[in-house]
């Protein structure tokens, strides 16, 4: 296992974890939900954009240290630019979705190339899952403590706070030489090829297109929970982040292994349905809901998918999965951008989650 590798990934995801969550927010306080949104739609489909451009590149040079470093790099630029802008950030919105888009993207194609040429890849896991226990306990004490005292001048401190600790990143990951060659009719082609590929994807796209545009909004109905009180809102966000946190060590830690997964995929859905059924009524209830069950959902689906792929094939299975994760995110995105309330944009992306946890049941009956 590579250490720096785990060390960068922490570190990334803990730089991230004090801003990320809170990018649609600060759209939106600046702005309003049509914005919000509008940049979530243009990220994903920038995010689409920039596989494709780096897989073309990786197929060309070797080195996949320079896709991820390029990466780090523009999420720092990204953070920077909206720290610059302040509150004329949504004037801006075309092109700071499109910086962040291709942020994510050529950092995540380097990671996944980086992670799937990993040894000991559950021992990676493991601890990496201890690391994030940390993250979750300390970044939404860290963003609340900030915003409660600074206002909707925290943003600013976080933003600049998030790009110091992605500089660090840059010099810690190692490189992994690779030999690969774009087909980029294959990529599209491997999910007609392995049908167990097939239905796994299908699933976790939809649940990433749900996750991704629900993900986006929970932050700004809480905070429209607490009409814009940012202690009440930052103790709660530390109180889903526990939940989340007690989820994943001991549903997915404790019993994961002693329930078939499909089960526990199938009904967490189905409980996550009923609490956003009654979001209208019951919002926090809803919040609480999905802090718990969503862990339990895109992650087994993830593994499951993960195992599907063919190594002599990686590229390809890269460049399909991020089609299929951001298509889904482009068309959730294009449903609700014109949704005026929040908590509807919720509710009528209910189909999404119920189709993903049967295609994923379906399929694992079939095998």
Same mark, same amino acid.
């Not at 070797?62 to 004329?88: D, P, R």
């Given at each position: 296992?590579?250490?720096?590798?785990?060390?960068?990934?922490?570190?990334?995801?803990?730089?991230?974890?004090?801003?990320?969550?809170?990018?649609?927010? +600060?759209?939106?306080?600046?702005?309003?939900?049509? +914005?919000?949104?509008?940049?979530?739609?243009?990220?994903?489909?920038?995010?689409?954009?920039?596989?494709?451009?780096?897989?073309?590149?990786?197929?060309?040079?070797?080195?996949?240290?320079?896709?991820?470093?390029?990466?780090?790099?523009?999420?720092?630029?990204?953070?920077?630019?909206?720290?610059?802008?302040?509150?004329?950030?949504?004037?801006?919105?075309?092109?700071?979705?499109?910086?962040?888009?291709?942020?994510?993207?050529?950092?995540?194609?380097?990671?996944?190339?980086?992670?799937?040429?990993?040894?000991?890849?559950?021992?990676?896991?493991?601890?990496?899952?201890?690391?994030?226990?940390?993250?979750?306990?300390?970044?939404?004490?860290?963003?609340?403590?900030?915003?409660?005292?600074?206002?909707?001048?925290?943003?600013?401190?976080?933003?600049?706070?998030?790009?110091?600790?992605?500089?660090?990143?840059?010099?810690?990951?190692?490189?992994?030489?690779?030999?690969?060659?774009?087909?980029?009719?294959?990529?599209?082609?491997?999910?007609?090829?392995?049908?167990?590929?097939?239905?796994?994807?299908?699933?976790?796209?939809?649940?990433?297109?749900?996750?991704?545009?629900?993900?986006?909004?929970?932050?700004?109905?809480?905070?429209?929970?607490?009409?814009?009180?940012?202690?009440?809102?930052?103790?709660?966000?530390?109180?889903?982040?526990?939940?989340?946190?007690?989820?994943?060590?001991?549903?997915?830690? !404790?019993?994961?292994? !002693?329930? !078939?997964?499909?089960?526990?995929?199938?009904?967490?859905?189905?409980?996550?349905?009923?609490?956003?059924?009654?979001?209208?009524?019951?919002?926090?209830?809803?919040?609480?809901?999905?802090?718990?069950?969503?862990?339990?959902?895109?992650?087994?689906?993830?593994?499951?998918?993960?195992?599907?792929?063919?190594?002599?094939?990686?590229?390809?299975?890269?460049?399909?999965?991020?089609?299929?994760?951001?298509?889904?995110?482009?068309?959730?995105?294009?449903?609700?951008?014109?949704?005026?309330?929040?908590?509807?944009?919720?509710?009528?992306?209910?189909?999404?989650?119920?189709?993903?946890?049967?295609?994923?049941?379906?399929?694992?009956?079939?095998?």
């Amino acid at each position: 296992m590579r250490k720096n590798f785990l060390i960068s990934s922490w570190l990334f995801g803990f730089g991230n974890s004090i801003s990320s969550p809170l990018i649609s927010l +600060y759209i939106y306080v600046t702005s309003s939900t049509f +914005y919000a949104l509008k940049f979530i739609l243009f990220n994903s489909f920038f995010i689409l954009m920039s596989y494709f451009i780096a897989g073309y590149i990786l197929s060309i040079k070797t080195k996949v240290l320079s896709l991820y470093k390029i990466g780090i790099a523009l999420y720092i630029i990204f953070y920077l630019l909206l720290a610059l802008l302040n509150v004329n950030s949504y004037k801006l919105v075309d092109l700071i979705s499109v910086i962040y888009g291709f942020a994510q993207g050529f950092y995540w194609f380097g990671w996944d190339v980086i992670f799937y040429n990993t040894p000991r890849k559950m021992e990676f896991f493991n601890k990496s899952s201890y690391l994030s226990y940390l993250t979750t306990l300390l970044a939404p004490a860290i963003y609340g403590i900030i915003l409660s005292i600074f206002h909707n001048s925290g943003y600013i401190i976080l933003f600049t706070l998030s790009s110091l600790i992605l500089l660090t990143v840059i010099l810690l990951v190692e490189d992994v030489k690779v030999n690969v060659e774009l087909d980029l009719k294959k990529s599209f082609l491997v999910i007609i090829e392995n049908k167990n590929y097939k239905y796994t994807m299908i699933a976790l796209a939809l649940i990433a297109g749900y996750n991704y545009v629900v993900g986006n909004l929970n932050p700004i109905l809480m905070y429209k929970i607490f009409s814009g009180n940012y202690t009440f809102f930052s103790i709660m966000n530390y109180i889903l982040g526990l939940i989340s946190l007690l989820s994943v060590y001991f549903i997915r830690g !404790k019993i994961i292994n !002693k329930v !078939k997964h499909y089960y526990i995929v199938f009904l967490s859905s189905i409980l996550l349905v009923a609490a956003t059924l009654f979001i209208l009524l019951y919002p926090l209830v809803y919040l609480v809901f999905y802090s718990f069950f969503s862990p339990l959902i895109y992650p087994i689906i993830d593994v499951h998918n993960w195992n599907n792929i063919e190594r002599n094939l990686l590229l390809p299975y890269l460049i399909n999965r991020q089609i299929f994760l951001n298509a889904s995110r482009i068309l959730t995105s294009l449903i609700d951008i014109y949704v005026i309330n929040v908590d509807i944009g919720i509710i009528v992306l209910i189909p999404l989650l119920i189709t993903a946890s049967v295609v994923f049941y379906s399929w694992r009956m079939k095998v």
